[in-house]
């Protein structure tokens, strides 16, 4: 049965933490779940017993069955549509009871000079990466609040959000938003059970970067003290943990999932 997210079991005994990190019997949505390192988020989650609200906009995606046997399903969404937020929430509670956790994942990585960014690369980048999470979560957040258990949300924003790349400041400012959101939904929501935490992935491998990025590789794999790029299950097992209970105390963190490159200096 679902826990307490962000508590002490009612019964006062704390179960063992390979116990902790089971989500059976949870509903979790994941966004832009038919991307790459969305279907990872969603992959990870299913193992560890959770039911998956797989949200797409145009990749194709297949509901997912996982440990738990309850087969998950898929929605359909643009989320820069202000009705979207409702029809994932609304679709979880109609189908499943309840919603107990949801990965913002979706978002565009759009490269465009920041001295000529026009405002229509400005808006899209916003609208999409920062106004869909913080809509969303106001969402998810309220139908978490109204369960006992509450619930955990957890944004994927990049180490990007501390450190601009080049071609990437509209985008930098966009993931830093969600950094910030992060924060202000933790002070908001913790006292309704709501933990609201952000990953922040490193260079994550896709099928074909090395061939298409060789340089961008190259300097990953020298800057970085694990010596490799990060997987898409790298980055679900750190949502997994921020789900669980094992977490239950941590809210309003940015958890930076990349391989050691952030504590390596440049200079
Ligand atoms: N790749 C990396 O190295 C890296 C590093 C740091 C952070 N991140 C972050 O990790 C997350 C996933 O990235 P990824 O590399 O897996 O990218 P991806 O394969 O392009 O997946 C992103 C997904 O977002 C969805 N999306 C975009 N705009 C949308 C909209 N308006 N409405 C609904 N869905 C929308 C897309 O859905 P459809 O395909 O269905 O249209 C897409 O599948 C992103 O937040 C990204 O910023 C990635």
């Known amino acids: ?9 009612a019964s006062g005994r704390l179960g063992a933490p390979d116990e902790l990190i ?24 299913a193992a560890v017993g959770a039911t998956v609200v797989s949200h797409t906009r145009s990749s194709p995606a297949e509901p997912i069955t996982g440990r738990s046997g309850r087969p998950g399903l898929v929605v359909t969404a643009d989320l820069t549509d202000s009705d979207a ?17 949801l990965v913002n994942n979706a978002a565009i990585q759009t490269v465009a000079g920041f001295a000529e960014l026009t405002d229509s690369e400005w808006s899209e980048m916003i609208a999409t990466n920062l106004t869909a999470t913080h809509r969303l979560t106001q969402a998810a957040a309220a139908a978490m609040a109204a369960q006992e258990s509450g619930g ?15 071609g990437h400041g509209h985008y930098s400012v966009s993931k830093a938003g969600m950094i910030m959101q992060a924060r202000a939904a933790a002070q908001t929501y913790g006292r ?11 260079l994550i491998s896709r099928p074909g970067i ?3 990025w060789p340089d961008g590789v190259g300097r990953w794999k ?3 003290p694990l010596g490799r790029l990060g997987t898409p299950d790298d980055i679900g097992d750190a949502c997994v943990f ?5 977490a239950r105390w941590i809210t309003g963190a940015e958890l930076v999932v990349d391989g050691g490159v952030m504590a390596n200096p440049t200079w």
């Open 1 to 9: 049965m679902p826990g307490n997210s962000s508590g002490a079991p």
């Open 22 to 45: 089971a989500l059976d019997g949870r509903v979790v949505v994941v966004t832009g779940a038919g991307g790459n390192i969305g279907a990872g988020i969603a992959a990870r989650m």
């Open 85 to 101: 937020p409702r029809l994932l929430v609304d679709t979880a509670l109609e189908r499943y009871g309840r919603l107990d956790g």
């Open 152 to 166: 955990s949300i957890v944004h994927i924003a990049s180490i990007e959000g501390s450190y601009p790349a080049p």
């Open 192 to 202: 309704a059970g709501v933990r609201v935490n952000v990953v922040s992935p490193g």
């Open 210 to 212: 090395e061939d298409a």
């Open 222 to 224: 020298k800057a970085c």
């Open 242 to 246: 921020l789900c669980s209970d094992l």
